[in-house]
């Protein structure tokens, strides 16, 4: 039977059992008697090892097999809880999760979990997973890795080439490179090394393909087989200088040995056995339901539709609103009643359409949010703190581009108030707090905007240590920090290479951080602010469009183009006269209902072929990013309408304040600016 039919509903569920084990696994570290979580936990883990076996993937069912030996032990009071005991389940709960993310990438479902197992094994006979034995674990979950990376698998050209070089006397050596938890920018690492080496010799393979580590699908570790005139020594000095590199292992590539473990590779045929079914949990589990005898639900009226499905329709859709716009156009210039009445409903029936096709592209924060308490956990273990995760707003919903993108900013936001904001359990009792910290994650619509909102109880900012980094930095003069707000002072802190922290750790230090976070969310459209008070928290609240396909904006004339400014960041429009212009600072400005707005002439920044002079009176558009505002000078205002953002393509990435482009009713293609590079 083919399974390939089934195997998007198999990663789709498989991904929600996997989210329940890890939501009520969370649950059950704060309420450890309560067995019906157990139950739960068991449910799920029972169903995703029936699922795997059907569909093949034997090394997913062993796992959650194991994992499902020691939940049955738990739930028959066979073993204790523990807080060891729940580290070695996340991590299994993490390796399934890891899997299943392969098969959905088109892997093959494997990877090495000895270590895990191991200690699932321990717990199951009653034995303590100690420390000691866990770094045995993993050392040997390391051999194991080195040999596999070794005895890497070359094609015949490969091997052609790696002999010659040999005869040729020339180095052969496989490279593996680690970079660190917290790198962002994976692919551009990945891209300096290959500089770094192409440089040094030729490359001859890499491990994931080079397409998967442009699209950095791959964890922090590569591996490339290379052939070059210079030593190992010298190869890892070099690549150990690109930053964010963690580790460099090089290793000289035996040929023969290599051939031959290949050889026996192909020769050896592992049978596995066959998986016994656990008869003896099934009685169990049908007594709990039984007892639980749970309350039917209404049948779920939804059905799961390929996202590209939705791409396609968003697509076709925006075609439908250009030409909306086109007979509105026609319309108007042939001043047909008939025709005006058919338009204008049309226009109320694609208005209907859209809003429809928008929300089917809704999807709610809580699929990003869902992985932060595991992650919270983790992190508080790690630095040795009590942290409370609470989330409010979770259904809260977000178009499907936004919600892919968000995620790592708020992974940056989180881990800064969990090493910098909140304060240990003895520092917080010695300044009157509750020994448990507290991160509010809240996210909630106002008009056409989501906020997402992260709060904690912690430390708060030290604007004066704020400020003398800031100055030793050279970010900022004497006489400029002397006229900073308090809001201006936190906001030095999304600085690029700005870290307040003494000393560098795993979670932050480094300075890379709150600066991709910051262009991040404003390339997204939004914005980020920081409010604090010192020994009482901070929060950070990041403004987020709802869409990023079609917006609302302002169509404006400069000479005989035609620009769009979106409405989210104009504050108003206004008419100014040229006497009023006054100079500072070599910037042209104007007194602005008592504070002074300084003007950008579009004309000039865009050169703009000049057709006809200027007249007395200008019109101004003032817009506004964070606490900023500027004047835009235009020759007029066309008027307010909807439009389709369409980027403007691989040759025009670096135009200047210009974030897309659109079709207009007349066939003309408007420009948008970007509003927040002109202010910053």
């Known amino acids: 039977m083919d399974m390939n039919q089934y195997l998007e509903i198999f990663i789709e569920e498989s991904k929600e059992h996997l989210q329940t084990c890890s939501e009520q696994l969370l649950v059950l570290e704060k309420n450890p008697e309560d067995l019906s979580i157990v139950n739960e936990i068991f449910r799920s883990a029972h169903t995703l090892k029936g699922m795997s076996a059907t569909m093949g993937y034997e090394d997913l069912a062993n796992l959650t097999h194991k994992m499902e030996n020691v939940l049955d032990a738990i739930r028959n009071s066979q073993i204790l809880l523990s807080p060891e005991l729940f580290d070695v389940i996340f991590l299994a709960v993490d390796d399934l999760e890891a899997m299943v ?21 321990m717990i199951e006979k009653g034995e303590s997973p100690v420390s000691s034995t866990i770094a045995e674990v993993a050392a040997a979950s390391a051999m194991v890795e080195k040999e596999e990376m070794t005895v890497g698998e070359y094609d015949e050209f490969e091997w052609t080439v790696l002999q010659q070089s040999k005869d040729q006397g020339f180095n052969s050596f496989e490279i593996s490179v680690g970079l660190r938890e917290d790198c962002l920018l994976k692919a551009a690492r990945v891209f300096m090394v290959f500089e770094v080496l192409e440089k040094s010799g030729e490359v001859i393979k890499s491990h994931p393909s080079v397409e998967l580590l442009e699209e950095e699908q791959f964890d922090q570790r590569f591996t490339i087989t290379m052939v070059t005139t210079e030593s190992s020594d010298e190869i890892k000095k070099k690549i150990m200088k690109v930053s964010e590199v963690d580790q ?40 709990d339901r039984k007892k639980q005898a749970p309350v039917k639900t209404a049948s779920s009226k939804t059905i799961r539709v390929n996202i590209e499905r939705l791409d396609i329709l968003m697509n076709l859709f925006e075609e439908l609103v250009i030409d909306r716009g086109r007979l509105d156009q026609i319309s108007s210039d042939l001043d047909n009643q008939e025709l005006h009445e058919t338009v204008e409903r049309m226009s109320r029936i694609t208005s209907d359409l859209q809003t429809i096709v928008l929300n089917m592209r809704m999807v709610p924060v809580e699929t990003v949010f869902n992985r932060f308490p595991k992650m919270v956990r983790q992190l508080a273990r790690d630095l040795n703190k009590k942290v409370n995760l609470e989330i409010n707003g979770a259904e809260t919903e977000l178009d499907r581009t936004v919600i892919d993108e968000i995620g790592d900013p708020l992974v940056h936001l989180i881990r800064n108030a969990m090493d910098h904001g909140i304060e240990t359990p003895e520092e917080r009792l010695a300044n009157g707090k509750n020994e448990e910290g507290k991160i509010l994650l809240k996210a909630y619509h106002r008009g056409n905007h989501v906020f997402i909102e992260i709060e904690d109880d912690g430390a708060g900012i030290n604007k004066d240590r704020v400020l003398n980094k800031a100055l030793s930095n050279g970010i900022l003069t004497k006489e400029t920090a002397a006229t900073l707000t308090d809001k201006e002072i936190y906001e030095l802190i999304f600085a690029s290479g700005f870290s307040t922290a003494e000393t560098i750790s795993d979670v932050s230090g480094r300075g890379v951080g709150l600066d991709v976070v910051k262009n991040t969310i404003e390339s997204l459209g939004g914005s980020v602010t920081i409010d604090s008070k010192e020994n009482e928290g901070s929060i950070f609240l990041i403004q987020l469009p709802l869409t990023l396909s079609i917006i609302s904006v302002m169509l404006v004339a400069i000479q005989n183009e035609k620009y769009a400014i979106p409405l989210s960041s104009i504050i108003e429009t206004a008419i100014i006269k040229k006497a009023d212009i006054m100079n500072a600072h070599n910037q042209q400005v104007i007194d602005f209902r008592g504070k002074v707005l300084p003007l950008l002439f579009l004309k000039d920044i865009f050169e703009v072929p000049i057709s006809e002079e200027e007249e007395e009176s200008l019109p101004v558009v003032i817009i506004r990013k964070g606490d900023k505002l500027a004047g835009l000078v235009v020759d007029s205002f066309i008027g307010q309408l909807e439009i389709v953002l369409k980027p403007l393509g691989n040759y025009l990435t670096g135009a200047f304040a210009i974030s897309g482009a659109t079709i207009l009713g007349d066939g003309q293609v408007a420009l948008i600016i970007d509003c927040n590079t002109l202010i910053h």
């Not at 993310?101 to 094994?121: C, H, N, P, T, W």
């Open 248 to 287: 460099v292992v090089v290793n000289a590539l035996d040929l023969e040995r290599l051939r031959y473990a290949a050889h026996s590779k192909e020769d050896k045929v592992t049978e596995i056995p066959k998986q016994e079914t656990n008869n003896a949990v099934l009685p169990t589990e049908y007594d």
């Open 101 to 121: 993310m392969s098969i959905a990438e088109g892997g093959d479902g494997k990877r090495d979990v000895m270590g895990v197992v191991l200690q699932l094994e």
